[in-house]
């Protein structure tokens, strides 16, 4: 009878393979505040399309395995964006939903089949075209070893005033700025992690009280990390916003 054999003498388990990234942008939204004729992400900016640049950035960003873009059903714009060397790196999900958070949940729901519970999902705002290669890294870079993930943000630097809820509001308080930041994106979490924190505000009627990816997180009672962001990586939200974001993108970036 031949002896078990000691663990020493085993061979080795087979490594899990290493987590992925995914970078997912929801862009199904109508841009109401900004007045156009047609959705705000794909209103002219620099050049092109503001959606455009995004996409361009994390489709050539070489640790990004694949990026998706999430749509309405009824989008007429998005195949107008879509070079055939886009087509390579960006994958069109015809998902979207009436609210953000609605197209990132119904956009993790359709990779079901495609992405690990490990691999992690970079949520960007199609709103925001001054995101760059820089950025992706950082974020990348310093959550490598997180086990909740986190996001860009930048900390406050205005002194904040609540005012009073007035139609013409007085201010009533200043509130302390101490360890306030402001979100920006992407926001980086794993899928599995993401997704239990949608499903579960979906379950429990909150989903429409989250303003974010990371408030998700927290409803699970988890922290998210804050990685500086940069003023570059600006939301478009009024017209006014677009003239600053324009002046980014238009100057030197990595």
Known sequence: MNPSPSASSLPPAPASPPARHFALIPAAGVGARMGGQIPKQYLPLA???????????????????????VVSAEDGWIDALMTPALRQRVSILRVGGPTRQDSVFNGLNALREQLADADWVLVHDA????????????????????????????PVVDTLKRGDGASSPRSQQTVPRAGLWAAQTPQMFPYALLHRALRQAQEQGRLGEITDDASAIEMLGLRPRLVEGSPRNLK???????????????GPHP
């Open 127 to 154: 709103a925001r075209p001054g995101v760059d290669a820089a950025l992706i890294d950082r974020l990348l870079d310093a959550l490598a070893q997180d086990e909740v993930g986190g996001l860009l943000a930048l």
């Open 47 to 69: 050049g092109q399309p503001m959606l455009l640049h995004a996409l361009q950035r994390f489709a050539a960003h070489a640790r990004i395995a694949h990026t998706f873009v």
């Open 236 to 250: 478009v939200t009024l017209a006014q916003d677009a003239a600053l974001a324009e002046f980014f993108l238009k």
